[in-house]
């Protein structure tokens, strides 16, 4: 029975999440909604942190095109969540793809840092942008009409956002397991030895950060759902910290770390509501606690402890993005 | 597969009938209210880029109910008070909002302090019909948008702060030419709009738009851009921090024409960041106060907020919240002892003059116009002192 549990563990969850919306006032159910909506940012930020270790830091900013796509798709042009949720990815993708070029040129710290610059030039795209974006004003955001049923309120939102974080996180675990995944790895490892592998690996970054950008713009789109309301405030270098967090604290290269991650951060400054100086040191304190005696998250930490099962392809020893040399340039 | 679909089928009927049997039971009508209480949520920025305005504006309004409360509370009931904090971050206010209106059960709320992250609450305030005040957000759509039944303000919202200036730079002789500094956010977004509209209308040429971060350390290359424009005035639409460089370094380079400031920063404040007034020999902003700090109109608040809340320092940001205290202590009274949410609104929306308190400003709403507050103060430096100059200015 346990070994079921904890082969199933994923499932457990979403099934979790179902049966406690019949018992959440408004309030929880929002709460649990963000969570949903991070697990689908933490799956995809996992994908390129964790599996393909680039030290991407602009997931705040691919979340924030995701979002405004969808909004204005669906707000000013009427286009259907079906179609809007995905042009949000896709965009997102492309934006993705298109900041992975100087991936082949920089890693560590140096790609946190381009990918830092890229997030501060799309939130004051958004900030400026105003005939499109509303500026500082935001966006109102409609509630979806699907199948001739209005999504409004945070229960409805709720079955549009669980069956999509559900999906996302099938597709996670299905890339893992794939060709794809396993070239991930191989590059986090050692480029030299993925390149003589004939893994192509400037093919492949520019492919994690095209997909992980995907996610994020789904998870934006999903965001603007829980928010009906969004501003580029929402957008900004905290979020980027949060998604960072919730990856490092959940557990880098771990299917279940972006979900523990996502339930930690989402609640703990709930929780933490009446407690203001632990909130403010709260972030920085748990991440130094976690790189210093956890540094594979809760995830590596209960996978130890055999209390979760052990993951393919997860991280056997602390190891950061950036280690391992670039391999050089193909061509 | 077919067994893990399964096994959380299982799981997921299991969890929601025992959760579903242990769900709370349906709640009243008009929550918050007891025969001997009524229930208000707050919502500050306690922490977060915006903290600096977050216990002064809640402890400005809270020392009104701790008043009322003091001489027995408003008709029997004492007003109970449930304090959240927002982090001037949106999904931090929505959940603040949701979790005084939906777990807290509250019978209003009072609150924001930052614009962005106070509209994102907007929607949730109006599907659930719950009454507002705003504490001191400025930005217009918060209550300006149709439609808005329950949200209500009792501060200078932001366009008017916009229209005043520029009303006081049409009486300014020789002006004929500004340059506008400020930031890039939904703050100064607020005054942009009928700030250049009203300049346009008084034949006043904008030079252009000079945007300073709020972190602003060094404003040398701004403040020289501007004085290569030679502008006759220039209006400073920046938060208190960066204002503050903003003027020490114009003073420190010679930029010295006249400079207008909006209702964000306060003349007393800049003084002490700067450390003396000779960097604003030149400067007026827009007040909302009936007085400077000290004055005789503000002695009162002065000593009714030492009185209840000694620690906190006597500050320019100390007492923007007070009048929508005051608004909603005068909405509860009229509404009577049989209160409920309809009653309020309806007590609220019949306010006409009501004295502001420490702001310049009498509060007046209707059904149609939730914005109670419509006068400023200009104030400036004279020989050291700050002084109110001219009339108030009204839109």
Known sequence: MRTLLQNNLVWLFFAGTVALSFTTDAYSQYLMNLVLVYVVIGQGLNLILGFAGMFAFAHGAFMGIGAYVSALLTAKLGVSLLVAMPAAGVAAAIVGALIGFPALRVSGLYLAMV??????????????????????????????????????????????????????????????????????????????????????????????????????????????????????????????????CIVIVGGAASLAGPIIGSIILTWLPEVLRNAQALQEIGYGLMLILFVIFAPRGIAGFLIDKGILPRERFSLRRPSLPGRSRPAPQEG | MKTSVRLSLVASAALALTFAMAAPHARADDPGITPTSIKIGMIGSLTGPAAAWGWPTINGARMVYDAVNAQGGINGRKIELVVEDEQCAPPMALAAAKKLIHRDKVFMLHGGSCSGSILATRDEVLANEVPMMILVATMDKIVQEKPNDYIYRAFLPGSFDGKIIADFIATMPNVKRVVVVGHADEHAGARYGTLTEGLKKHGVELLGLETIETELTDATAQVLKIKDAKPDAVVLVGRPAASAVFLKDAHRLGLDVPMIGATVVDLQDLADRIGGTDALKNMYVVAVYKGPLGSEAMTPWQEMLKKYYPSDKVQASSFLGTSGALAVVEGLKKAGPDLTRAKFVEAMNGIQNLDGGPMACSLSFSAADHDGCRTGVMWGVRDGKIVVIGDRWKN
């Open chain 1, 115 to 244: 990918t830092l610059g890229f997030s501060e030039i799309v939130q004051w795209g958004i900030k400026h942008w105003k005939s499109v974006t509303g500026g500082p004003d935001g966006v109102s955001v409609p509630a979806p009409v699907l199948f001739g049923h209005r999504f409004y309120g945070d229960y409805p939102t709720f079955y549009i956002v669980v069956v999509v974080a559900l999906a996302m996180t099938l597709l996670a675990q299905a890339i893992i397991r794939s060709k794809l995944g396993r070239a991930f790895v191989a590059i986090r490892d050692s480029e030299i030895a993925a390149q003589c592998s004939g893994i192509k690996v400037a093919r492949t970054k520019v492919l994690a950060f095209a997909i992980s950008a995907f996610y994020a713009g789904i998870g934006g789109s999903l965001f603007s759902l829980t928010q009906s309301y969004i501003t580029p405030e929402n957008f900004g270098f905290y979020q980027t910290t949060l998604h960072f």
